[in-house]
């Protein structure tokens, strides 16, 4: 009998525990996941790669994606709250997400609602309160709500200073960290070679000037 009823409470925990362990994988985000590929993402997005953008190629190649869903009749997306995806890369794989939702379908939700709902998903938020940068936009600050991490991921629920809209930013702490110090000494090696570069642009404008000179010169009737 306490044989069974031991084995019955081992059943009960790892039923209960599943889901558990589901809804605290903070590497995904729908049907996206952290350390997927550029081509991955296009191909669920439907984007191409003329919508990329890249913001350094050296000392390693981080790019960009802006993608809103679809919203028409009959859509996947129709009546959601999601408005608005930021992809991050680095060197092909997905690294940072930020989410913005549609501050319609917000609207009214209390702090408490937003950390519910995603505790919910995520479990247990650590709540915080602290000033971030927005990734999308450098300069602009975000408020903090809550977070979620563990020693691979981090979760964090923002909300806008001013419109009051929220937002998700999901990372790979290891990439993350990687993308930032690539970021850093791209900054660095861009300002060492600004002035050759500005060099190399007016050389080449005299050179075209001359060009254009020994052409015009050869034709010119006065």
């Given at each position: 009998?306490?044989?069974?009823r031991s084995?019955?409470?081992?059943?009960?925990?790892?039923?209960?525990?599943?889901?558990?362990?589901q809804?605290?994988d903070?590497?995904?985000?729908?049907?996206?996941?952290?350390g997927m590929?550029?081509?991955d993402?296009?191909k669920?997005?439907?984007?191409t790669l003329?919508?990329?953008?890249?913001?350094?190629r050296?000392p390693?190649?981080?790019?960009?994606?802006n993608?809103?869903?679809?919203?028409?009749?009959g859509g996947?997306?129709q009546?959601?709250?999601?408005?608005?995806?930021?992809?991050?890369?680095?060197?092909?794989?997905l690294?940072?997400?930020f989410?913005?939702?549609?501050?319609?379908?917000?609207?009214?939700l209390?702090?408490?609602?937003?950390?519910q709902?995603?505790?919910?998903?995520?479990?247990?938020?650590?709540?915080?309160?602290k000033?971030?940068?927005?990734p999308?936009?450098e300069?602009?600050s975000?408020?903090?709500?809550?977070?979620?991490e563990?020693?691979?991921y981090?979760?964090?629920?923002?909300?806008d200073s001013f419109s009051?809209?929220?937002?998700?930013?999901?990372?790979?702490?290891?990439a993350?960290?990687?993308?930032?110090?690539?970021?850093v000494?791209?900054?660095?090696?861009?300002?060492?070679?600004?002035p050759?570069k500005?060099?190399?642009r007016?050389?080449k404008e005299v050179d075209?000037?001359?060009?254009e000179?020994q052409k015009n010169?050869?034709?010119?009737?006065?």
């Amino acid at each position: 009998m306490k044989l069974i009823r031991s084995v019955f409470f081992v059943v009960f925990a790892i039923a209960l525990g599943s889901p558990v362990l589901q809804a605290q994988d903070l590497s995904k985000y729908r049907n996206f996941s952290l350390g997927m590929s550029l081509n991955d993402i296009l191909k669920l997005t439907d984007a191409t790669l003329a919508q990329v953008k890249t913001s350094h190629r050296r000392p390693g190649l981080t790019q960009e994606l802006n993608w809103w869903p679809p919203t028409g009749t009959g859509g996947a997306y129709q009546g959601d709250a999601l408005q608005q995806i930021l992809f991050l890369f680095y060197n092909g794989e997905l690294y940072r997400i930020f989410v913005t939702y549609d501050p319609r379908a917000v609207e009214g939700l209390t702090t408490e609602d937003m950390v519910q709902s995603i505790s919910a998903r995520y479990g247990p938020a650590m709540n915080a309160v602290k000033k971030i940068g927005n990734p999308a936009n450098e300069g602009y600050s975000q408020q903090l709500v809550a977070s979620w991490e563990d020693s691979q991921y981090c979760l964090k629920l923002v909300r806008d200073s001013f419109s009051g809209s929220y937002g998700l930013i999901m990372l790979s702490k290891h990439a993350d960290t990687e993308a930032e110090t690539a970021s850093v000494e791209a900054r660095r090696l861009e300002e060492q070679e600004r002035p050759q570069k500005e060099a190399d642009r007016l050389k080449k404008e005299v050179d075209n000037l001359e060009i254009e000179r020994q052409k015009n010169k050869k034709i010119f009737q006065p």
